[in-house]
């Protein structure tokens, strides 16, 4: 993926983004392509309508009762990870542990998902068109949409484009979850999901055409029995299906159904009212009386989706798209010249030691990245989750050639920040400056937008340099601000840059071993370029197990004080407190054991410029973001550009449900470590899985770079818990923003629109653009002026950019599920004269055939006319990468014992495959799950002729019942091969027995 910088104008000035794709015609088997476009500015920050967005939209409807899209999100997500985990049998403890274990890359991910979701009702693009909201009986289009999101989600988890797999997999979810608050779904008198949303095969139900009058007059702010006969519960005539009309655009005919609430503007034309059920408050929601039933269709469909998509991409990769339980990437960007025999082998050496301590815990290895650079050449990326291949790629690298000092180190790091997942470290080992410093802006944007940090390790003397990089080179004095960019990269993205030597990189190389053990968390970042004393601070807490110091630069004196003022000075003696070690460019501090919690002081006096950074291991950490309250269609909390009355939101991960913690305030930092603002928290009284969230007001953020730090107050005794976020934020008066995020064929041109705002003085700017495939046709840079917008005077030196996630896909998809059958049915049940057997009794004795064993979750799944439960417990086999790259499962348990048996089927030819499937006859009722590679799904319904004896129960022989099914698809070249898992829906006690294959 790619990433660009844009620019922004005093009045919204749309601006293109030409692309154009050579990548060939057609073919079901083109992949995912991302882009990130990042338009940039001469100057620097980093910076509805459906169920209500977030936790803030309840406090500004006063529904603190409603179900927002935030909360059925995060719920869908957390319940099905924790499926996942107990089917996948990778850990067996209780859910609660399970949740205060999913790491911080876990909630990092979930939040994507939300913000994406919850970006449906803000962004200029979506929230007014009813296509994405299923608003003004575009039904149709809407499902086109919907579809299209689900492609586009399947195709990026499927090439491990795990965060456009998520933005994309938000907005889907959004929509989704529209379609059951805005539709007439509820009141029709239904209580299973509408399958036929993602599913063509399914029943369809028509939709009201346009002169068909659906609702009734409504004069009140609640409205009941609104709708028309013929939309609800109708024994006449076939139901229809009908959403409410929204504002004015489209127009309402006259007899159609409103969305309705004071927000929507046509809810004064007949007919008056309206039907949503976004909340529990009649000013917003005529048909609130409905909320809950239609939140929880809602979260049912959420429910299957990501089922759906965890049984398309294999269990393995959906953990990864949430970043389960996953340790830090270990990222390497090496320069490979003649002169970097030594950087080369201490690399080699480190990662080798960290892949073996990895070996030794029971989580995932994790993603190893290698990205090897000289001038010109750059790449290719070598990206693997398997370590003996990631120690094969290292082992050949080599270090030759060489010519001119500077070489393209920016554009591997770009290519690095491309492919790595969000929050990792990476690690750039070269002794040049950049040949391509033009790429700066590009990547700044990247680190921040995927909150990377980039830690330089530096082996050349920052002021001098050998001519050559070959073995016989001669003294040449170089510009000793060569090195700068590097500098200021790490600095802004909360990184190091280290100036050591060749013997003593390896050594050095130990802050990589570090910064990337799982459960790190940063307790101090502070930077200064002053040559007087200087006091910096850290607390550590109960839940800090242990505690590294990194401080690069050149020290003359360096004092730590514990929190009962015992003292240790660290240039001149080993003491009680800590261990040191010294190399060039790098001290290394490690608190002794046992760690006296409370405040703890460094005192020193350094030469020029020094770097301080703590880090610990502990699993509590926070994440965060900025936002503005929004008052659109739906109202809540948007994120935020530029200067203005502003909420800080913080969510605190890791720690244990049961574990009573208030919250008092943050400090807001500046680059040396003093502070700027105090911002005072409260609770959100929001039930986000991730813990609490918390929401502060700040009237205006600081006008230089600062970082967030989180202060919080536990129990009684007054105990302090501080994290920092290492990444430097600074405000813009610019704000970029994208109007259109266009469907990419392969083959054609298309454009991104955005708006570029200036909410400063006039300037002149400067935009670029650049993506990661090589696809955009107009890069920039491209001058522009804007005008005032503002009276307050502006940044001298300001800046913004914004990132798309773009997606090829096939012109004309897949979207053809496998057709199924039942060919007979054979039974050896009891007949009807042992009905009078209760059904306990059926239960006892089916039980013993083979009940599931171990943790596994339950859930009701309502369906019309029954309420069943679905245990569901381990996957038996993983996942593999087939050919085009999409995954081709094995056989797998979703629910009670084998055996299920499947025919030899050959790939390519149009023949059926043959399944016979056994279950006792308690369990006469079963679903065969059938997939095919493009995510498409159908379900095989299996029902014995027996199901009157089930219901009331036999005695004795519980005998058994068979059924033989097959399945067809169409095969062409290219076609998508079949993958099924059955689900069965019988008495849960006594599950049938069932498996599946796919290889098929």
Known sequence: MNKGVISSSPHPIPQEVMMSQSMGHGGSGVRMRGLYVLLCVVLALPGCRAFLPNFWSRVLTLSLDSYTHQFITEQGV??????????????QHRHTQEQAGLGRGFWHAVGEVVRSNAAMDFL???????????????????????????????LSAQAKEYQGARHSLGQLLHSLQDFYSHSNWVEMGQHSIYLHLLQPGQPAFPVATEDTPTCMECHSATCRDNLLPRLTQSQQYPLLLTTGYFSTYPPKPQGKCSHGGVLDSSRHQGAKGGINKDST??????????????????????????????????????????????????????????????????????????????????????????????????????????????????????????????????????????????????????????????????????????????????????????????????????SPDRFALYSSLSSVSGG????????????????????????????????????????????????????????????????????????????SQQGPLAEWERFQGLYRISLLSPIEPGQWHLNTLADGHITFNAIADSSVDFLYYFAVEANGTHPGLARVEGSVPTFLVLAVTGLSPNEEVSFSHVTLLGANGESLQKVWLNSSSSSSSSGEELVGWMASVPRVPFCVPSIRQRDRGGNRLERVSTEMIQPTDIKIQVLSIPRLVPGHSTTVRFDVQNHAPARNLTLTADDDRGYLSQRGPHSLSVGERGARAGLSLDSNYVVVHLTVVPPDPDMSPPSCSTMRVEHTCPGPTQWHRSQMDCLSGCDRQGTPTGD???????????????QRVREQTSPAQGENGYAELGPRLVQGNPPLNVAQWTGGMPQPLWVRYTSPCCSPQAELLVWDGAGNVRRCHLTSSQQRVVALGVLGSCGKVSFFLSWYEPVSIGKHLPICSPLHQGNPSDPSHSTCTARV
């Open 281 to 478: 408050s009649p000013l917003f929601s005529p048909h609130h009386y409905l909320h809950v039933e239609a939140a929880r269709l809602a979260t049912t469909a959420t429910l299957t989706v990501l089922r759906d998509l965890r049984d398309s991409v294999g269990y393995t990769s959906f953990l990864r798209l949430f970043s389960v339980k996953q340790p830090p990437a270990l990222v390497f960007v090496m320069d490979t010249t003649g002169s970097m025999f030594e950087e080369i082998t201490a690399a080699r050496l480190r990662a080798h030691s960290i892949i073996q301590a990895r070996a030794n815990t029971p989580e995932q290895p994790g993603t190893f990245l290698l990205v090897p650079f000289h001038d010109p050449g750059v790449g290719p990326v070598y990206e693997t989750e398997n370590p003996e291949e990631f120690m094969s790629y290292m082992e050949n690298l080599m270090a030759l050639g060489g010519g001119d000092e500077p070489e393209m180190c920016l554009s591997a790091v770009q290519l690095a920040l491309t492919h790595s997942p969000p929050l990792s470290e990476i690690f750039v080992f070269t002794d040049a400056s950049p040949k391509d410093a033009h790429l700066y802006n590009t990547v700044r944007a990247l680190t921040l937008e995927k909150q990377c940090k980039v830690t330089f390790l530096l082996t050349e003397d920052p002021s001098h340099k050998m001519k050559g990089r070959g073995r016989k080179r001669r003294r040449e004095t170089l």
């Open 124 to 154: 200029s693009s979506t929230r007014s068109d009813p296509v994405y909201h299923f608003d003004s009986e575009r039904v149709e289009e809407a499902m086109a949409m919907l579809r299209q999101f689900w492609a586009q989600t399947l």
């Open 856 to 870: 596994s979750l339950e859930e009701n799944q309502p369906t019309p006319n029954h309420n069943y439960q679905s």
């Open 78 to 91: 957390l319940n099905v990870t924790l499926e996942t985990l107990s089917m996948a049998n990778t850990h």
């Open 496 to 571: 190091l840059t280290v100036f050591t030597t060749n013997s003593d990189i390896h050594r050095v190389s130990a802050i990589v071993e570090d910064n990337t053990a799982a459960d790190k968390v940063t307790l101090l970042h502070a930077e200064s370029d002053s040559d007087s004393a200087l006091s910096h601070s850290f607390r550590v807490d109960s839940a800090v197990k242990s505690v590294t110091l990194h401080l690069t630069g050149e020290l003359r004196q360096c004092v730590l004080s514990s929190p009962t003022d015992r003292t240790q000075s660290l240039l």
